[in-house]
């Protein structure tokens, strides 16, 4: 059975200005799914994830969320729904990493009172990205990787059924690369929370990932099952890079191994 769907993007255009960045885009997410957008830079990607967040209005086109349009949406009641981590490693707190992830839960309750729900919320985020090792240090002393981590709780502690990250694996380690992903996977799986997430490599799309949202020049070039849309030939066209796809029979895992010389 199809799983509801979480969000969707109906004939979504955008323009900067007279730039224009997204042309009708058009896709349908359900709950529980673990989305990866790919795309070269400047291909929309961080635009789109603006858009479904609702920081910015489509120029043409909707967004919708469970069964309303986005823009119905009070700001309060949107955070209850979607969270999102953006791509600022230069960001600065002058908040211990435990305060920071309890703002995660400002649309849940009266502003600087935590009840023993937003605390458990926020001891629960912590943990699932190996945190609460850092929850009385100061944010700001923090390495990129661990900024990045605490960052990740902060947007798990808003218990919202959408996450949105742009490129959560920057500035961490292969370990904790995996770590996270794993985390973000076991949310889909037993709660059921869309994740849609920038991923630019190839290899982690293919293990974690259920299926890609392909973009190019602002349109979207393919939607669904990994396996199906994340090949040698849909890598050369968007990304420019020859890949040799190894497949294991045994685990069904897929491996992309670059090849020389590159085409772009
Ligand atoms: P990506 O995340 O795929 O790298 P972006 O969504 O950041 O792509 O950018 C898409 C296009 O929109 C780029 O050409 C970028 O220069 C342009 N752009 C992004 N933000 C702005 C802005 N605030 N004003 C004008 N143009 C922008």
Avoid: W
Avoid at 73 to 92: F, G, H, M, T
Avoid at 133 to 161: D, H, P, Y
Avoid at 176 to 198: F, H, M, P, S
């Amino acid at each position: 059975m199809p799983s509801p769907t979480a969000i969707e993007s109906r004939s979504v255009s955008f323009k900067y200005a007279n730039q224009s960045v997204l042309t009708d885009i058009t896709f349908s997410i359900g709950a529980g799914e673990l989305v990866a957008l790919i795309g070269p830079n400047g291909s929309g990607k961080t635009t789109l994830l603006k858009i479904l967040l609702g920081f910015l209005p489509p120029s043409a086109g909707s967004v919708t969320l469970g069964a309303k349009p986005l823009s119905s949406y009070a700001p309060k009641e949107r955070a209850k729904q979607i969270a999102y981590v953006s791509q600022q490693p230069q960001l600065s707190f002058p908040l211990t990493a435990f305060q920071l992830v309890s703002l995660g839960r400002y649309p849940h309750g009266p502003r600087g009172r935590l009840s023993s729900v937003d605390k458990l919320a926020v001891e629960t985020a912590l943990g699932h990205t190996d945190a609460m090792n850092l929850s009385e240090r100061n944010f700001n002393t923090l390495s990129g990787g661990e900024k990045q981590k605490v960052l990740i709780a902060r947007a798990l502690a808003q218990s919202a059924r959408i996450l949105l990250l742009d490129e959560p694996t920057l500035h961490l380690d292969l370990y904790y690369q995996l770590q996270i992903l794993t985390a973000l996977k076991n949310l889909c799986r037993e709660q059921g929370i869309a994740v849609i997430t920038v991923l630019h490599d190839v290899n982690l799309v293919s293990l974690f990932a259920d299926k890609a949202l392909l973009l190019s020049d602002g349109s979207l070039r393919a939607f669904g099952p990994v396996a199906e849309v994340v090949t040698e030939a849909s890598i050369r066209e968007l990304l420019g890079v020859e890949m040799k796809a190894i497949d294991n029979d045994q685990t069904g895992a897929r491996y992309f191994v670059p090849q020389q010389p590159f085409s772009r």
